[in-house]
């Protein structure tokens, strides 16, 4: 997890995660949900992360 509002690091941790190229279905779902959520910019909703962005 990263907490940062460094647009360069949030871009370059973004990347890395868009080329690991083995990723579970759950993986993929986690992060589907995340990026949703977290592109709304407000309390997380998503099993297992908690915090605020």
């Not at 370059?12 to 959520?37: K, M, P, R, W, Y």
Request: charged residues 25%.
């Amino acid at each position: 997890m990263i907490i940062s509002d460094d647009p360069g690091l949030l871009t370059s941790a973004g990347a890395f995660i868009d080329d690991i190229a083995e990723i579970t279905e759950v993986d993929a779902a986690f992060l589907d949900n995340a990026n949703t959520e977290w592109a709304k910019g407000r309390a997380l909703t998503i099993p297992g992360v908690t915090g605020r962005i």
